[in-house]
């Protein structure tokens, strides 16, 4: 396994807005790209996605792991699988976490895959 090129954190509508203006603003990270309910900054060669949850009551980060096996990862790490988390649509991976919560997407690398979140 090895990091991926994405960070999340999951902000509650409530907090949204303020979030990105911190990091663009505050900070001073560039903005990498714009969707309807995230936007992405350049962190030192990662994505930070500051994504908008509506129905959340708290911030959580979620990080990316790759790996050629996910599945083996998965049963490697003895992590509990999370996958019904967010869709997976174009992505062969697994959502889990680790011991403190944190959110970990365990998927395949490759040009045949998206790597943004």
């Known amino acids: 396994m ?9 902000v509650p509508l409530h ?7 911190f ?13 309807e309910s995230s936007t992405g900054f350049d962190f ?11 129905h959340q009551s708290q911030v959580d980060v979620w990080l990316e792991l790759f790996s050629d096996d996910p599945s083996s990862a998965l049963a490697a790490l003895g992590s509990p699988p999370r996958d019904e988390l ?5 992505v ?3 959502w889990t976490s680790d011991p403190a919560g944190v959110v970990l997407l365990v998927r395949k690398s490759g040009k045949d895959q998206s790597e943004n979140s």
Request: net charge positive; charged share 25%.
């Open 86 to 90: 967010e869709p997976l649509d174009s």
């Open 23 to 35: 990091y663009r603003d505050k900070i001073g990270l560039s903005v990498t790209r714009e969707l």
């Open 15 to 21: 907090k949204w807005a303020d979030t990105v203006a």
């Open 92 to 94: 062969t991976g697994h």
């Open 44 to 54: 030192n060669g990662f994505t930070l996605w500051i994504d908008r949850v509506p």
């Open 2 to 10: 090895r990091p991926g090129q994405n960070i999340a954190i999951k």
